[in-house]
């Protein structure tokens, strides 16, 4: 069975300080990994996608890695700010999933303090 | 762009009373899903569509019932509430994958239930 582990679960960081958030996975056959946001009592916002050819995706501050054969994605934050305060999830879509569904991690809860 | 939307955002139900889950995308997505997602226990999947008339179980559909009678709607129905049935309940849809690249999920905004 896929487990997907987000550590740490919790984080609090100066702001201006680069945010390294940690997800790893058991079973490395996977489409993809999914990076989300979480705002309290809010949705899940999409981050980043990553397709299991590709080693790394940026998008503006934001850069995920990914090494399939060591089950692990890492995303960076860079020149944190209060505004990024929120929960940062993982997902991952096994290629054996029935309907191609998303196995999450536990999420990382992300302070910035001003 | 609307997305995602799930109506009603916000319900309070009773003990054995019932009631229908609305999620609408506007995107043209095949693949639709329903999530539940309880503190320590992470995101879950209840029951997800392949496409237009077709529904199947996901991790926890006991209590549950879903219908895809509409491609662009997913409805997700609990027939007689339970105290266990109060969660955030996150509907998602993505297309249909393309070879061997994934396609993105998009997530709606959240039902928070509460059921007493």
């Given amino acids: 069975k896929q487990e997907v582990t987000q550590i740490p679960a919790a984080l609090s960081v100066p702001e201006g300080e680069n945010l390294v958030l940690n997800c790893s996975f058991t079973d490395s056959a996977i489409y993809n990994l999914q990076w989300f946001r979480q705002d309290p009592g809010k949705g899940l916002t999409s981050l980043l996608l990553i397709q299991s050819s590709q080693r790394e995706q940026t998008s503006g501050r934001l850069n995920a890695s990914l090494d399939k054969s060591s089950g692990r994605s890492t995303l960076y934050i860079a020149a944190s700010q209060p505004g990024d305060s929120a929960t940062y999830l993982c997902a991952v879509r096994l290629i054996k999933a029935a309907g191609n569904k998303l196995t999450f991690g536990g999420g990382t809860r992300v302070l910035v303090k001003p | 762009n609307a997305g995602v939307t799930q109506t009603p955002k916000f319900r309070v139900l009773k003990t054995g009373q019932s009631m229908t889950l609305l999620c609408a995308q506007d995107m043209n997505h095949e693949y639709m899903y329903w999530y539940r997602q309880d503190p320590g226990m992470g995101l879950r999947l209840i029951h997800y569509s392949v496409g237009e008339g077709t529904t199947a179980k996901g991790e926890v559909p006991d209590g ?53």
């Fill in chain 2, 64 to 116: 549950y019932n879903v219908s895809r009678l509409k491609k662009q709607n997913f409805l997700l129905g609990l027939e007689s509430a339970a105290p266990s049935q109060t969660s955030v309940y996150f509907c998602a849809s993505r297309e249909k994958r393309q070879g061997k690249l994934g396609t993105e999920a998009f997530f709606g905004q959240g039902t928070r239930l509460t059921v007493v």
